[in-house]
């Protein structure tokens, strides 16, 4: 089955950098990439996702970059702010089978 | 769009006894359904896929009789913790895709954390 591996388990910046987490996956049939944010006592939030025709897409402060050649894809964060700090998920699917998770990120932003 | 609700948000029940979780598609019709067990600081831990009309699919390690999944209409699905033990006491998670939505994006709704004393 499929494996997703994410890194950092934590990041740590300061407000107006810019913060990039990495995940890597397993199964080359996966085309289907999203990421979450879920605050503390509160559900996964969708921010972005990624289908695998495409290599990079981007809404407003947030981008995502796919290598599928190289089975990876990152989440960029630029001019981070305090509100952006939660834990941050990537998953990996196919279709309309099940997504795999990463372990999450833990991003704080600290003003 | 794309809103998914559940109820309760928390609960407290008694070691012994039965409880139910709902999880409801807002605003689109949720052809699948899944439900999420969350551990404190732990990643999301897929219980069971629901098609509505059909079995949940239970994924290993999940036993099925003790967490009864009903799918019975597009836009509802229930969760029930039967003979509730303090080890089942976690964030309980629902996602759901479907139509109109037209793709494979889950939206989750916003968790219940069941507590068992």
């Known amino acids: 089955g499929e494996n997703v591996e994410q890194h950092p388990s934590t990041l740590s910046v300061q407000e107006g950098d810019s913060a990039v987490i990495k995940c890597t996956y397993s199964?080359?049939?996966?085309?289907?990439f999203p990421w979450y944010k879920q605050e503390l006592g509160k559900g996964p939030q969708l921010i972005i996702d990624?289908?695998?025709?495409?290599g990079e897409k981007k809404d407003q402060r947030i981008a995502v970059t796919l290598n599928k050649t190289a089975k990876h894809f990152s989440l960029h964060i630029t001019e981070t702010q305090p509100e952006d700090s939660a834990v941050y998920f990537c998953a990996a699917g196919s279709g309309y089978s099940t997504l795999t998770f990463g372990k999450g990120t833990m991003l704080l932003v600290s003003p | 769009g794309a809103v998914v609700s559940q109820h309760p948000s928390w609960v407290i029940c008694k070691s012994g006894t039965s409880v139910k979780i709902e999880c409801r598609s807002l605003d689109f019709q949720a052809t699948t359904m899944f439900w999420y067990r969350q551990f404190p600081k732990q990643s999301l831990m897929l219980m069971a896929t629901s098609n509505e009309g059909s079995k949940a699919t239970y994924e290993q390690g999940v036993e099925k009789d003790k967490f009864l999944i009903n799918h019975a209409s597009l836009t509802l699905s229930t969760l029930t913790v039967t003979s509730a033990h303090p080890e089942d006491s976690s964030f309980y998670i629902c996602?759901?895709?479907?139509?109109?939505?037209?793709?494979?994006?889950?939206?989750f709704g916003p968790g219940t954390r069941l507590t068992v004393l």
């Open positions: 199964d080359s049939a996966s085309n289907y």
């Open positions: 996602s759901a895709h479907g139509v109109p939505l037209g793709t494979d994006t889950q939206y």
């Open positions: 990624i289908r695998s025709n495409v």
